[in-house]
């Protein structure tokens, strides 16, 4: 299988994406305001200021919305259906997309603990995913 391409839209994504193929969690925070953004930007989404510096962030977080994904978007996904889709609110404030990672265990549902952790994909591509917080998962 091919995993999915990985194709900054931005200098700023592209920060991220690097971060994360590193086993790296990054999120701009605001030097002025103290506000964490995601999704990355060249500027403070909440004071304007153009301050801002990548922080290591803990991946814990909330599922704030959930869904089940039953057709692949893309080939690269199509080996992995059914797989759960979440948003999930970190504890800095911010809400990032990923899907449920790969194993044996009750799906996560609506307001239970997560986190996000690097995950490197079969292909060798490394992503963010979901994995309930009582739950480990190789790099």
Same mark, same amino acid.
């Given at each position: 299988?091919?995993?999915?391409?990985?194709?900054?839209a931005s200098a700023?994504a592209?920060?991220?994406?690097?971060?994360?193929?590193?086993?790296?969690?990054?999120?701009?925070q605001?030097l002025?305001?103290?506000r964490w953004q995601?999704?990355p930007?060249?500027?403070?989404?909440?004071?304007?200021s153009?301050?801002?510096?990548?922080?290591?962030?803990?991946?814990?977080?909330?599922?704030y *919305?959930?869904?089940?994904?039953h057709?692949?978007?893309?080939?690269?996904?199509q /080996?992995?259906?059914?797989?759960? #889709?979440? %948003? !999930?609110e970190?504890?800095e404030?911010?809400?990032?997309?990923?899907?449920?990672?790969?194993?044996?265990?009750? *799906?996560?549902?609506?307001?239970?603990?997560?986190?996000?952790?690097?995950?490197? /994909?079969?292909?060798g591509?490394? #992503?963010p %995913? !979901?994995?309930?917080?009582?739950?480990?998962?190789?790099?």
């Amino acid at each position: 299988m091919t995993g999915p391409q990985i194709t900054p839209a931005s200098a700023e994504a592209e920060h991220f994406w690097k971060a994360v193929q590193q086993g790296q969690l990054l999120l701009q925070q605001c030097l002025d305001c103290e506000r964490w953004q995601f999704y990355p930007r060249t500027f403070c989404t909440s004071c304007s200021s153009f301050h801002l510096k990548w922080q290591e962030v803990s991946g814990n977080g909330i599922i704030y *919305a959930c869904t089940l994904i039953h057709r692949a978007p893309s080939p690269a996904l199509q /080996e992995r259906t059914p797989y759960l #889709l979440c %948003l !999930v609110e970190l504890a800095e404030g911010v809400r990032m997309m990923s899907r449920l990672a790969d194993g044996d265990f009750a *799906a996560p549902g609506i307001g239970d603990a997560v986190r996000l952790v690097i995950h490197r /994909e079969p292909d060798g591509t490394w #992503l963010p %995913l !979901v994995v309930p917080e009582k739950m480990e998962i190789q790099p």
